[in-house]
């Protein structure tokens, strides 16, 4: 909103009641004449004769408080916003909801929604002009500007379906204003009507571009490509190729997956011609890059998203220190910067961007940082605190990854060979690299990327989510795209607080900077939620609490295939060192998998879209990770090779050959994990097979056992390496 015009009328209006004096009027003329020209000293001594005259009215004070902050340079929010609360606290001494029958207190109402507004107060500022709404005059100029700011606030809080029922009365109003003066009525009473209908049709003329461009930001929220189309072209006819027009068309091409088109359309744009964010709130060089990081970003060229998103975060931290924001101390947030650039910081929306691009290119160390310094503002995000796990998990997983890259490296099995010729002995690496403490003698609650700290992160995502479980379910796989704050020309895009207050807002969770969660969408983040809980809990020796979240996870009515999978490995480990081994052959088998497919039940998307930097459903670029079973098949032998580490347990030796044998029929030998081989090795030893084990270390691959040579007095037993986290059930999601 363009703030300068929207005080200016709220002092002008506010100056002039009923029971004024001929000399009153004329002061009060004089000190709103002098506020338009801008001569705001020489207004204020007006008001201030005024006010002498009349000590009463709480409005010559309003528009004092007004005139002051504009004295300041716009600079003074926190005052102003404190001013009008002791006038709001004057007028209703007593708290009164419907404090506003009194529709001459209106303007004291609107100058309140309009300071929330700018503190990113969104459901304050809502809550007030709808009350404002309700006691609007249909054919005011005032009725417009409050229109024009209930429609922002909604775009802001991801309610376009409130936001085009507006945008739809502005609409009629227009065309019955229209009407009524092309009759042309002689009744003189109805003059200042009619002369009031023409100024407003004449405001809404010129409002229309802003109209169209507010019509496809909430058709983008919706994702409602048709009827998004045909606004666009109403953009381009009334704005032309401005900077605006030109970024929601950009945007409107990449929800569609036109990503070249997208990037095109952004490169025309000419953002050197746009004013300023002292002007319009905006910095439209920082949309700019974060809008291209987006974009790239949904093409899985995630460095180069990244370069750009580091190219937004030091535009927006230039134009901070051009803003005198230097500092990011409360208690100097919202003095000597001027109230309508307070919007213009977007820095931790960036960070929210950055950090999911960091992870998705494998730094999680890096993502840890900015997620950190983004949760701080966004810490009601259950989606942000699962991001930040993951980037704990990622940090912590060592080499699993690499090993699990082509062929197992004998590195994974042999740790060193002693002695030569017939003393020359191999020395078989240790597989328990389980229940390590991550980070010894210091506080779990202390933020860094330890498994400890991922635990307390998931356990604050799943508090935050509601409570009704038990509804469809998904893979976090799909929740972990990028969070965009991609806000570009009309209007910055984060909202605090998710308020709605229709029948839609139930269903809805807010995820601020991300568009809010869907029912489904929730359900699907708290699958990715418990099945992350179950891996870090295994991963920390807590074996109870891991099989409390696995099973949970296997309770949920719709959970996603790859989750299931997951679900039953997990479990089937924690009961394993829970010594219930017949509990854990029932989870492991291989029936259990009946699909691994990494997608979601719903177009998930794990964005902070601003209005126009959104994002598509899922990017082109995502890989399925290579320690993770590509087919059902391969699945279903992860399944065999576990349960024959199970039955070897129980000492049921032949079942377990049989199950590491059939498992290895189905997948190729690239895909045999190594710890499946150190099962072999071991099974051979039990059976006095000496040579062929040694014959599957050398050749690193399992071989069938031709000739069974049972020596009962089997040699020393080895230690059994049979608890198998590492490959097996350290299967990462993403």
């Not at 796990?389 to 090993?403: F, H, L, Y």
């Not at 601003?610 to 087919?631: A, F, I, M, R």
């Amino acid at each position: 909103m363009a703030e300068s015009t929207e005080q200016n009328e709220a002092k002008h209006d506010g100056s002039s009641s009923p029971g004024m004096t001929d000399q009153e009027k004329e002061m009060a003329a004089s000190a709103h004449e002098a506020f338009v020209a801008g001569k705001y000293d020489e207004s204020l001594k007006h008001l201030e004769a005024l006010q002498e005259l009349n000590k009463e009215d709480y409005k010559i004070a309003m528009n004092k408080a007004v005139v002051e902050f504009y004295t300041s340079g716009q600079t003074t929010t926190g005052t102003l916003k404190h001013a009008l609360m002791a006038m709001k606290n004057q007028v209703h001494t007593t708290e009164d909801v419907d404090g506003l029958d009194d529709v001459d207190n209106s303007l004291l109402y609107y100058n309140q929604a309009i300071v929330h507004y700018h503190m990113r107060q969104y459901s304050e500022a809502i809550s007030i002009g709808e009350k404002l709404y309700q006691f609007l005059e249909p054919f005011e100029k005032f009725a417009q500007a409050v229109c024009f700011l209930l429609v922002d606030l909604y775009l802001l809080t991801f309610q376009p379906e409130k936001a085009l029922h507006l945008l739809a009365v502005l609409d009629k109003l227009a065309v019955q204003g229209s009407n009524k003066n092309g009759k042309g009525e002689n009744n003189s009473s109805n003059k200042d009507g009619g002369t009031q209908r023409s100024e407003f049709t004449a405001t809404i003329e010129a409002a229309k571009s802003k109209m169209h461009q507010y019509k496809v930001r909430a058709y983008i929220q919706m994702k409602s490509s048709k009827a998004c189309k045909r606004e666009i072209k109403s953009v381009m006819n009334t704005a032309g190729n401005s900077a605006p027009s030109l970024f929601l068309k950009s945007n409107f091409e990449y929800l569609r997956g036109n990503y070249r088109k997208a990037v095109k359309l952004l490169n025309s744009s000419n953002i050197a011609e746009h004013p300023g964010p002292i002007k319009t709130g905006e910095c439209v060089r920082c949309m700019f890059w974060n809008n291209l990081g987006c974009i790239h970003f949904a093409m899985g060229k995630h460095n180069l998203g990244i370069f750009y998103f580091k190219k937004a975060l030091q535009e927006n931290d230039h134009t901070c220190a051009q803003l005198g924001d230097g500092g990011n101390g409360q208690s100097k947030k919202f003095t000597g910067i001027p109230m309508c650039a307070l919007l213009a910081n977007k820095r931790y929306e960036l960070l929210y961007n950055c950090g999911i691009q960091l992870l998705h290119i494998g730094r999680p160390l890096a993502a840890f940082e900015c997620l950190m310094e983004a949760v701080q503002v966004y810490h009601s995000n259950p989606r942000l605190w699962l991001r930040l796990a993951e980037c704990c998990i990622s940090a912590n997983k060592g080499g699993t990854e690499q090993e699990s890259k082509g062929l197992p490296c004998k590195k994974g099995i042999v740790q060193s060979i002693v002695g030569q010729g017939y003393h020359r002995k191999i020395v078989l690496a240790s597989q328990s690299a389980q229940n390590t403490i991550y980070s010894e003698g210091q506080s779990a609650a202390i933020p860094v990327a330890s498994m400890e700290f991922a635990a307390i992160c998931l356990r604050n995502a799943l508090l935050l989510l509601p409570e009704h479980q038990q509804q469809d379910t998904k893979t976090e796989n799909g929740s972990k795209s990028s969070s965009q704050s991609g806000s570009t020309e009309s209007g910055s895009e984060n909202s605090d607080v998710c308020s709605g207050k229709g029948p839609e807002a139930d269903k809805l969770l807010s995820a601020a900077p991300s568009s809010p969660l869907r029912k489904q969408e929730v359900e699907n983040l708290r699958c990715s939620i418990l099945a992350c809980s179950a891996y870090v809990a295994l991963a920390l020796g807590d074996n109870l609490m891991a099989l409390n979240h696995a099973e949970k996870l296997l309770l949920q009515s719709k959970v996603s295939g790859s989750l299931k999978f997951l679900g039953h490995l997990y479990a089937a480990e924690a009961l394993i060192s829970l010594d219930r081994i017949s509990d854990a052959i029932a989870h492991l088998n291989p029936e259990n998998v009946s699909d691994v497919s990494m997608g979601v039940l719903t177009s998930e998307q794990d964005q902070a879209g601003s209005d126009k930097g959104d994002e598509p459903v899922e990017s082109s670029g995502k890989q399925t990770p290579l320690c993770y079973p590509s087919s059902v098949t391969s699945a279903r032998a992860m399944m065999l090779f576990n349960l024959g580490s199970a039955y070897c347990l129980r000492s049921e030796y032949d079942k377990a050959r049989k199950c590491l044998h059939q498992a290895a029929l189905m997948v190729n030998t690239k895909e045999i994990p190594p710890e499946a081989i150190l099962l072999g090795v071991y099974l051979e030893l039990q059976n006095g097979n000496t040579q062929l084990a040694l014959q599957i270390i050398k050749r690193n691959q399992l071989l069938p056992s031709a000739v069974q040579r049972v020596s009962p007095e089997s040699r020393k037993k080895p230690v059994q390496p049979i608890q198998l986290p590492s490959s097996f059930t350290q299967v990462q999601r993403k």
